[in-house]
């Protein structure tokens, strides 16, 4: 089993910046590759950035490519989303993921494990 608990949402107004926080505990933080993902309300959830095990390779949504920064730190068991410039709809609530596998994944069901999600509004 792997817990996961995001921090770090908040109000922020448009072309502000925010970090969310994935804090793992558990399984073997740094055999999972992880994943942020995002609902806004009456939409689906969607893939927002992935970071493979070891950090060297991460993938993003093209809405958030240039943004968006997903950095990992295995040694704490922390994985980051570093949000810039971000648009009113970036609102959403924002959930951490983990994959147990080496290959990453762009789709929800990929995951084995969720948060309990963080509320990310910006104001426009």
């Known amino acids: 089993q792997v817990q996961l608990v995001e921090s770090g949402g908040g109000l922020v107004q448009a072309g502000g910046s925010l970090r969310l926080s994935c804090a793992a505990s558990g399984r073997a933080f740094n055999t999972h590759v992880m994943g942020w993902f995002r609902q806004a309300p009456g939409k689906e959830r969607e893939f927002v950035a992935a970071?493979?095990?070891?950090?060297?390779?991460?993938l993003y949504a093209d809405s958030v490519k240039g943004r968006f920064t997903i950095s990992r730190d295995n040694a704490n068991n922390t994985v980051y989303l570093q949000m810039n410039s971000l648009k009113p709809e970036d609102t959403a609530v924002y959930y951490c993921?983990?994959?147990?596998?080496?290959?990453?994944?762009?789709?929800?069901?990929?995951?084995?494990?969720w948060g309990q999600g963080t509320q990310v509004t910006v104001s426009s």
């Open positions: 970071i493979s095990w070891s950090g060297d390779i991460t």
């Open positions: 993921a983990a994959r147990v596998a080496f290959v990453i994944g762009l789709e929800d069901y990929e995951y084995d494990y």
